[in-house]
């Protein structure tokens, strides 16, 4: 457990530190926002023709209302704890992979929930935009990351259980 | 009782506990963080004397207020100016992980829920103590500048790394850090028993002989 920790924040630290440096800014999590903001609007616009993506921003047509979104924001640091945890814990690569991957998919699935309903918020109401988007969301980020983990931990524990089954 | 109740219970709670506890949590505001900023204001005034006057609450928020004024958007001697300097400092940011461990350590069964939870809480706020002096460094940073990165004899951490403490402290520690003391103290609840001694276990035989899944495909 301790080395499982030591690593996990070895990995966390690094990997952010990834994250902030300029170029990683500028050619991998700059560009990603920016496509997370255009699927937010494909989402949106079938339901919804008053809204406009560009860059990283987006905007309501009629009322002029716009979020820009940024770090914290594009699920990018959720999907770091959930790496580092995964790579931390013993298993083989393929279940890293596949926990990876689906961890980054539930993860970005429920940030984009977050940037729809932030955006609507705000459009409605600042105050309550600012305080379910610096407080709550993160947190329920947070969980989702913890429940993937989970459900990972509980994946690779079966896949044991019955290989010791399967030896006796 | 099999595993997948539990679960379902524990995020039934997660979610019925959620928002009573966040509300109750922004009615108390910024004051739940009163004694970290004193700490805080301490640190501050001792390390940086001929910069930071004070840190106290005000209202939700925190000031920052420096030994010095301004004048055409410079920084200039108090004594020269009208108005003493000041930046405002959102404590809520980093006491936000009291509300979100309250809601994992009481939505998770276990035997006893007091004692653990004021543990839990003990070093939550050693994290807030140190992510508010994170938030105080880059505020003095950005607005000082120069001013607070060439004081004599006054060791000032590099730029870069009051910007990445910073982030680290703001992005990742006020939710990660209640998750690692919830899934710390809750390795032997009926939740998450089964899952960590798998880690136990798995961390135990992968340094005699490689992962278990390593292992059954070599058994196989």
Same mark, same amino acid.
């Given at each position: !457990?301790?080395?499982?920790?030591? &690593?996990?924040?070895?990995?966390?630290?690094?990997?952010?530190? %990834?994250? !902030?440096?300029?170029?990683?800014?500028?050619?991998?999590?700059?560009?990603?926002?920016?496509? &997370?903001?255009?699927?937010?609007?494909?989402?949106?616009?079938?339901?919804?023709?008053?809204?406009?993506?560009?860059?990283?921003?987006?905007?309501? @047509? $009629?009322?002029?209302?716009?979020?820009?979104?940024?770090?914290?924001?594009?699920?990018?640091?959720?999907?770091?704890?959930?790496?580092?945890?995964?790579?931390?814990?013993?298993?083989? *690569? @393929?279940? @890293?992979?596949?926990?990876?991957?689906?961890?980054?998919?539930?993860?970005?699935?429920?940030?984009?929930?977050?940037?729809?309903?932030?955006?609507?918020?705000?459009? *409605?109401? =600042?105050?309550?935009?600012?305080?379910?988007?610096?407080?709550? *969301?993160?947190?329920?980020?947070?969980?989702?990351?913890?429940?993937?983990?989970?459900?990972?931990?509980?994946?690779?524990?079966?896949?044991?259980?019955?290989?010791?089954?399967?030896?006796? | =009782?099999?595993?997948?109740?539990? !679960?379902?219970?524990?995020?039934?709670?997660?979610?019925?506990?959620?928002?009573?506890?966040?509300?109750? *949590?922004?009615?108390?505001?910024?004051?739940?963080?009163?004694?970290?900023?004193?700490?805080?204001?301490?640190?501050?005034?001792?390390?940086?004397?001929?910069?930071? $006057?004070?840190?106290?609450? $005000?209202?939700?928020?925190?000031?920052? =207020?420096?030994?010095?004024?301004?004048?055409?958007?410079?920084?200039?001697?108090?004594?020269?100016?009208?108005?003493?300097?000041?930046?405002?400092?959102?404590?809520?940011?980093?006491?936000?992980?009291?509300?979100?461990?309250?809601?994992?350590?009481?939505?998770?069964?276990?035997?006893?829920?007091?004692?653990?939870?004021?543990?839990?809480?003990?070093?939550?706020?050693?994290?807030?103590?140190?992510?508010? &002096?994170?938030?105080?460094?880059?505020?003095?940073?950005?607005?000082?500048?120069?001013?607070?990165?060439?004081?004599?004899?006054?060791?000032?951490?590099?730029?870069?790394?009051?910007?990445?403490?910073?982030?680290?402290?703001?992005?990742?520690?006020?939710? &990660?850090?209640?998750?690692?003391?919830?899934?710390?103290?809750?390795?032997?609840?009926?939740?998450?028993?089964?899952? %960590?001694?798998?880690?136990?276990?798995?961390?135990?035989?992968?340094? @005699?002989?490689?992962?278990? %899944?390593?292992?059954?495909?070599?058994?196989?």
């Amino acid at each position: !457990m301790t080395r499982f920790l030591i &690593l996990f924040m070895a990995l966390l630290v690094s990997l952010f530190t %990834l994250e !902030m440096l300029v170029t990683v800014q500028d050619h991998v999590i700059t560009p990603f926002t920016s496509l &997370l903001a255009r699927i937010s609007a494909e989402i949106i616009l079938p339901f919804d023709s008053s809204v406009i993506a560009y860059g990283k921003v987006l905007q309501f @047509k $009629d009322t002029g209302f716009a979020v820009s979104i940024e770090s914290g924001c594009n699920g990018v640091e959720a999907t770091i704890v959930l790496v580092a945890g995964v790579l931390a814990y013993p298993a083989n *690569w @393929k279940a @890293k992979a596949l926990a990876i991957s689906i961890g980054f998919l539930a993860v970005q699935a429920l940030n984009l929930v977050r940037i729809i309903s932030l955006f609507y918020l705000g459009d *409605w109401n =600042m105050e309550i935009f600012t305080w379910i988007h610096l407080y709550l *969301w993160p947190s329920l980020i947070m969980l989702d990351v913890l429940i993937v983990f989970t459900v990972y931990l509980r994946y690779l524990s079966r896949l044991d259980q019955s290989a010791e089954t399967g030896n006796a | =009782m099999p595993e997948q109740p539990h !679960m379902r219970q524990f995020l039934l709670y997660v979610f019925v506990l959620m928002v009573p506890c966040f509300i109750a *949590w922004t009615t108390v505001g910024g004051s739940l963080a009163t004694p970290a900023i004193g700490l805080v204001n301490q640190c501050l005034i001792n390390w940086f004397p001929t910069v930071v $006057d004070a840190l106290y609450l $005000d209202g939700s928020n925190a000031l920052l =207020m420096t030994r010095f004024g301004e004048s055409n958007g410079e920084a200039v001697p108090l004594a020269g100016a009208e108005y003493q300097l000041g930046f405002r400092v959102n404590p809520m940011i980093v006491t936000v992980s009291v509300p979100f461990y309250t809601v994992l350590h009481f939505a998770t069964q276990r035997a006893t829920y007091l004692g653990s939870y004021l543990y839990g809480l003990i070093i939550l706020y050693l994290l807030m103590i140190f992510g508010l &002096l994170c938030l105080c460094l880059k505020e003095l940073m950005v607005n000082l500048g120069g001013t607070f990165f060439e004081q004599p004899d006054v060791f000032v951490p590099n730029a870069n790394v009051i910007g990445i403490l910073y982030q680290f402290n703001v992005l990742i520690v006020p939710t &990660l850090a209640p998750a690692i003391i919830w899934i710390w103290q809750g390795r032997n609840t009926p939740l998450l028993r089964s899952s %960590l001694s798998a880690i136990a276990n798995n961390a135990t035989q992968d340094n @005699k002989s490689g992962s278990p %899944l390593k292992r059954k495909h070599s058994s196989d």
